[in-house]
C-alpha cells in the first residue's frame, strides 16, 4: 500500500528540469554586426597579342651532337642502297649520287673514314663541275634568305620580321598618373558586352582597326589585380585574354605614345616588377 502511493506521488510531481540544450528565456540577444557593403569591381581587360615563331629554332650545340650521332647509327645500320636500279650505269646522276653520298659518309663518320677511290684528279674535279652545272640547270644551289633580318641589326622594335626565331608579344607605353608606363593594349568593360567582345574593342580602340587578330578562346588566361592605395576604393581587376596577330600592324591611337614588339626578356626591362610578376607565367620562353 506504501508503495502505491509512493509512486502516485511522483506521477502527480510536476518536472522542474530542462534540457541542457534549451535556451534560457532570460538570457539576453546579442547584436549582430552590420557589415559594411563592399563597393562593386571595376572590371578590365588585356590582350596579350603574339606574334608566333616565323623560323624555326636553331638548333643548340648538344642537339646538333645528338643529330649528329644518331646520323651516324642511322647509316651504320641501314641497307646499302640499290642505286644502280634507279640510276644508268656511268650516267651524270649516278655520278653525282656517288659523290654526295660520300659526302654524307664523312659527315658521319669524319673525313678519314671515307678514301677517294678516283685515281685521276682531273676526273674528279670534272665529274664535280658537271654535277654543279647540273644542279644548277635544275635550279638547285639558289643563297637562302638570311635568318637574321635587317631590323635585328638596326634595332627597329616596332618590326614584325625581327627575331624570327623567337615569340614577340606587343607592347603599349602611355601616361598614367604622370608617369610613362609600359604595358599591355587594355580596356573597361561595358555592361552587355562579354569579356572577350571588350577584349577585342579595346584592342581596336587602342591600335587601330588596320589589324587583323584573332583572340584564342572566350576564356581569360590570367587575372591580375592591381595594389590598392586606398582600401575603401573599388578594387580593380583585370582579365588577360591571348590573342595572334595574323596581318598588318599597329596604328597607335590618341594617348598612346609607342609601342613595340618584343620578347619575353625585353618585356621584362620595361614592366613595372608588380605587374611583371602577374603576367610572366602567360609568356612563351622562346
Request: hydrophobic share 35%; glycine share 6%; net charge neutral.
Amino acid at each position: 500500500m506504501f508503495r502505491r502511493q509512493a509512486i502516485s506521488c511522483l506521477r502527480r510531481t510536476p518536472q522542474s528540469r530542462t534540457l541542457a540544450t534549451e535556451a534560457s528565456s532570460t538570457e539576453t540577444s546579442r547584436p549582430q554586426p552590420v557589415l559594411s557593403k563592399k563597393p562593386k569591381p571595376r572590371l578590365s581587360t588585356a590582350i596579350i597579342l603574339n606574334r608566333s615563331p616565323i623560323l624555326t629554332r636553331s638548333p643548340t650545340s648538344f642537339e646538333n651532337a645528338y643529330y649528329t650521332y644518331q646520323a651516324r647509327v642511322r647509316r651504320a645500320l641501314h641497307q646499302p642502297f640499290p642505286y644502280d636500279f634507279y640510276f644508268k650505269q656511268g650516267s651524270l646522276l649516278e655520278t653525282r649520287f656517288n659523290l654526295e653520298e660520300k659526302d654524307r659518309e664523312k659527315a658521319s663518320f669524319g673525313p678519314t673514314f671515307v678514301q677517294d677511290d678516283y685515281q685521276d684528279l682531273a676526273k674528279v674535279e670534272a665529274d664535280k663541275a658537271a654535277v654543279k652545272l647540273l644542279a644548277q640547270q635544275e635550279g638547285e644551289g639558289e643563297s637562302l634568305a638570311p635568318r637574321e633580318h635587317p631590323s635585328d641589326k638596326s634595332g627597329d622594335i616596332k618590326s614584325l620580321d625581327r627575331a624570327g626565331e623567337r615569340n614577340l608579344y606587343l607592347l603599349l607605353k602611355s601616361k598614367e598618373n604622370g608617369k610613362d608606363v609600359w604595358r599591355f593594349p587594355q580596356g573597361g568593360v561595358e555592361t552587355t558586352d562579354f569579356l572577350h567582345q571588350a577584349a577585342q574593342k579595346d584592342l581596336h580602340a587602342e591600335c587601330g582597326e588596320g589589324i587583323d587578330t584573332w583572340i584564342v578562346s572566350r576564356a581569360p588566361i590570367g587575372v591580375y589585380k592591381p595594389p590598392q592605395s586606398d582600401p575603401s576604393a573599388p578594387e580593380d581587376v583585370v582579365f588577360f585574354y591571348k590573342a595572334h596577330i595574323m596581318a598588318g600592324q599597329v596604328r597607335p591611337a590618341e594617348g598612346i605614345q609607342d609601342f613595340a614588339w618584343l620578347t619575353k626578356q625585353e618585356i621584362e626591362q620595361r614592366l613595372d616588377k608588380d605587374y611583371w610578376g602577374n603576367v610572366k607565367d602567360m609568356l612563351s620562353d622562346f
